[in-house]
């Protein structure tokens, strides 16, 4: 399949290997691979922080970037989300309708990577090897806004090498939410400590995730506290084969 | 055991129903965050019942219809909220009832005064009922003389530590049995009290019994009031519900506009949602019904006073996103499951409502442009579990979402020139002009690997900036790459021509 990949500011300027591994691991998997170089950001930011005005011209930036394409893959939950469940927000809000019509469209065709690889194309086992003890977390706008369910997992399930572990309380928020991490930082480090505790608790080497945002908020505090753990997306895991 | 006290004599602490500035949630959570007492009282309980909850509701299969119809009847009562109010006016008008309208806090307050001096009362006995936390009646009336007694243990325990409310349901959730032994030992005067909770229930209830008896006005809420009937309805746990609704001979229920539910039948959905949502249990206690007076009977209060509140309600119903914040019918099951909740309890919301559904409708009711209710659509991560289990599916993190853009338009309008240079308006302004053009964000890219420089150390970046430096108090930070991902994507079309992939787009 032709798919578009949206890589997401936030992947794209910190965290490119999740890109990189994306692109990879969905070639190995025979899709063909488009990058549009106008894409930016989906406006996530602006609009839950409230700056809800300013994300409009984001969402048309996206319609136009995105539009043509039959499929649009993103390795980020939470962008996706905003993508899928809050731009029909923000086209109510520019009341705009043909925008509405355009951004409901559109929503039908953007995947979270998991969903993508499980729900769309029923692969589950895509070929990977990673002999790491892992454990993965499942971020909120994945789980409940996305609803991708087990998808990340049945994927884990199947690559050899893995000692995957379960989190404990897995299903609660790591405390990230965006600028919430910031200007609620005390109570977000309070929802951290937590989570924490619970990877920590699996003796796993690696947590995982389908969303860097979250795995920068815990693995920013599982090195400052020299836990000896460390945090890597999903894609990255199922990129991963025995030659490299 | 003997009560030698009788006289509740502490005042709550202000909040933001209250006149005056509160502080932020915020600054209010740096408190209760630290109180590892507080923190260990309320992780326990919340979890526990959590846990108990998501027991009973696996119990019905038919959950998520139920849910549905709980949503949809509540949505459909809104819509024709005029309607059904007259209905109810009418139904307990023929039931020997009397309907009084208030506006806000102030005339309902005054028509509930009113009706007590009328009876020359100074002793009132309530039961729980937030309605009269949010219009701040115990107050009112102690400036009228008129003692308030509340009469369900946890409110009691509330008003003698001079304390607010910290669950909608479980209001000294944040207490445990040694404080509480402490309490009545030091408040009531009893002496050999164990924290057995049976003998702290027997203390509550040495103290209140005379109160039942002796007081002339009974003062409730309601859960629901059917508009065919008029039939009140309070749902609760201990039954001095049932005492305070049916021993003094005048009661006066205090109800928001939006608490009327079209029909009888209605109560198969509600019955069916409430209780597992609230306390996980099959069914509660204690449901008490009521229609009008006694009329002669001698059955019930010889004299029934209903007060409709709005206090903003309107204002809610007028806005399309935030009115589903009506359909509430208060289990507390948001805040059970809020990870924020949890952690910060609910005196940090400085407000009658806390958790999720406080966060929402604290802000709506109130109005908008105050920095202690504006900061609440703001305590919350948008992690989504309040949705998930809400009984009649109100959208927390949609409307919290929606609020957040009033609130910032609030300023951006409103604000003159102080909003528009307040220093997140004005980062915002300038990504929002980065990201809408890719010559602009790819020059931010760069810009942010090189002016990094000095932050950075050992691949790792330890404390940020300013109002970033929330951060990394407790996260370490990873620096920005060199290569950008797009850096890389442009670099492999070129040395591999296998891979079938493209970069169109590219211009
Ligand atoms: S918002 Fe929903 S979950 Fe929260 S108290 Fe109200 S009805 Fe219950």
Redesign the pocket.
């Known amino acids: 399949m032709r798919v578009a990949l949206f890589i997401t500011c936030f992947n794209d300027t910190l965290f490119p290997e999740t890109g990189r591994a994306t692109v990879e691991l969905l070639e190995r998997l025979g899709h063909e691979v488009a990058f549009p170089q106008e894409q930016t950001c989906c406006g996530q930011m602006h609009f839950n922080t409230g700056y809800q005005r300013e994300a409009i011209p984001l969402v048309r930036r996206f319609v136009e970037v995105f539009g043509d394409y039959d499929a649009v893959v993103a390795p980020s939950g939470s962008c996706v989300g905003m993508v899928r469940e809050l731009y029909p927000m923000a086209a109510e809000l520019a009341n705009d309708k043909k925008l509405l019509y355009e951004v409901e469209e559109l929503g039908d065709k953007v995947f979270e990577l998991s969903e993508f690889l499980v729900n769309k194309t029923g692969v589950t086992d895509v070929g990977a090897y990673y002999p790491h003890r892992v454990t993965y977390h499942p971020t909120c706008h994945s789980l409940r806004m996305l609803k991708v369910g087990d998808a990340p997992l049945e994927l884990l399930r199947n690559v050899r090498g893995i000692d995957l572990v379960e989190l404990p309380e897995a299903k609660e928020c790591c405390g990230f939410g965006g600028t919430f991490a910031v200007k609620n930082a005390d109570t977000s480090v309070a929802m951290l400590g937590d989570k924490l505790r619970h990877v920590l608790d699996t003796e796993a080497e690696i947590c995982t995730a389908g969303d860097n945002s979250c795995l920068m908020h815990i693995g920013g505090g599982l090195k400052r506290q020299r836990a000896g753990v460390r945090t890597v997306h999903l894609a990255e895991i199922l990129a991963s084969t025995e030659e490299r | 055991m003997t009560i030698i006290r009788h006289q509740p004599e502490k005042q709550a602490p202000p909040d933001a129903f209250s006149k005056g500035r509160t502080p932020t949630f915020e600054e209010s959570a740096k408190e209760s965050l630290a109180n590892s007492q507080l923190r260990r009282n309320l992780g326990k309980a919340t979890q526990t019942i959590r846990r108990k909850r998501a027991v009973a509701v696996a119990e019905m299969p038919d959950w998520e219809e139920l849910r549905e119809a709980g949503r949809a009847l509540k949505s459909r009562t809104l819509r024709h909220l005029d309607d059904y109010l007259v209905q109810l006016e009418e139904s307990v008008t023929r039931a020997g009832g009397q309907v009084h309208w208030a506006r806000d806090a102030e005339e309902a307050n005054r028509i509930i005064g009113g009706i007590a001096k009328s009876h020359d009362a100074k002793e009132v006995v309530k039961v729980k009922s937030i309605a009269t936390d949010e219009t701040k009646l115990n107050e009112y009336l102690e400036g009228e003389g008129i003692a308030a007694y509340e009469t369900d243990l946890a409110e009691l325990i509330i008003q003698l530590a001079g304390e607010t409310s910290s669950h909608?349901l479980v209001p000294a959730i944040h207490k445990n049995r040694s404080e509480i032994r402490e309490l009545f030992m030091r408040e009531l005067g009893v002496e050999d009290l164990s924290d057995e909770p049976p003998d702290l229930a027997n203390a509550a209830r040495l103290y209140l019994r005379k109160k039942f008896l002796s007081a002339k006005v009974g003062i409730s809420g309601a859960n629901f009031a059917v508009a065919e009937t008029g039939t009140v309805c309070v749902v609760e746990s201990e039954g001095n519900g049932r005492m305070c609704t049916t021993l003094p001979p005048v009661l006066v229920t205090l109800m928001g506009i939006e608490k009327v539910i079209p029909a009888w039948q209605d109560y198969e959905v509600f019955m069916q949602l409430l209780p597992r949502?609230s306390t996980a249990e099959r069914m509660n206690p204690y449901t008490s019904f009521w229609t009008g007076s006694s009329q002669g009977s001698g059955d019930g209060p010889e004299e029934f006073h209903l007060v409709l509140l709005d206090n903003g309600r309107t204002d809610v119903l007028a806005d399309e996103i935030g009115r589903q914040s009506l359909?509430?019918?208060?289990?507390?099951?948001?805040?059970n499951v809020c990870p924020v909740y949890e952690r910060t309890g609910g005196h940090a919301y400085n407000s009658v409502y806390p958790g999720?559904?406080g966060a929402i409708l604290t802000p709506q009711l109130v109005g908008i442009g105050q920095s202690g209710p504006d900061s609440l659509p703001y305590a919350s991560s948008l992690c989504g579990a309040?949705y998930e289990?809400?009984?009649?599916k109100?959208n927390?993190p949609q409307v919290l979402i929606h609020l957040r853009g009033k609130i910032v338009r609030h300023k951006q309008d409103e604000g003159g020139l102080m909003g528009k240079l307040d220093p997140e308006n004005v980062a915002m302004q300038a990504m929002g002009r980065i990201f809408s053009n890719r010559k602009l964000y790819e020059g931010a890219q760069k810009a942010a690997h090189i002016g990094q420089w000095p932050l950075a150390k050992n691949g790792t970046i330890h404390r940020l900036p300013g109002k970033l430096a929330g951060w990394t108090e407790a996260r370490d930070l990873k620096p920005v790459p060199e290569q950008t991902f797009r850096d890389w994507w442009k670099t492999r079309g070129k040395g591999s021509p296998s891979n079938g992939s493209s970069g169109d787009g590219a211009s």
């Not at chain 2, 359909?327 to 805040?335: E, G, K, V």
């Not at chain 2, 289990?389 to 009649?392: E, I, L, T």
């Open positions: 909608i949502s359909n509430c019918i208060r289990c507390s099951a948001c805040l999720p559904i309040c289990v809400c009984p009649v109100i927390i």
